[in-house]
């Protein structure tokens, strides 16, 4: 199983961006798919999770401008940003535990795409 993250880029403040990380490889499941972000300097934070049924949760600093998703046939979690502020600056990440096909759950992790937002 292998996590491909894209959609990263330059945008100014108040502006939008899209990510996506697709998962490739025999998926028997999935218990929780999320994005977790890393500032110069900073420590990798948790950004958004969808669990299961499609429950999801945020971190305070993004909430109500952030939005995952999720296309289970696409295996594909997706993560909405808008509003954008510089603060939201880093190299964005995107894991999951999933069920592989020898049917042991495991974390993967994608390559980071960065995200610069301008002031």
């Known amino acids: 199983v292998q996590l491909q993250a894209s959609g990263g880029g330059l945008v100014q403040a108040g502006g939008s961006l899209r990510l996506s990380c697709a998962a490739s490889?025999?998926?028997?499941?999935?218990?929780?798919m999320a994005w977790s972000r890393q500032a110069p300097g900073k420590q990798r934070e948790s950004v958004a999770e969808?669990?299961?049924?499609?429950?999801?949760n945020y971190a305070d600093s993004v909430k109500g401008r952030f939005t995952i998703s999720r296309d289970d046939a696409k295996n594909t979690v997706y993560l909405q940003m808008n509003s954008l502020k510089p603060e939201d600056t880093a190299v964005y990440y995107c894991?999951?535990?999933?069920?592989?096909?020898?049917?042991?759950?495991?974390?993967?992790w994608g390559q980071g795409t960065q995200v610069t937002v301008s002031s």
């Open positions: 969808i669990r299961g049924i499609g429950r999801t």
């Open positions: 894991w999951g535990n999933l069920l592989s096909s020898d049917y042991v759950w495991r974390d993967y």
């Open positions: 490889g025999r998926i028997s499941g999935r218990n929780v």
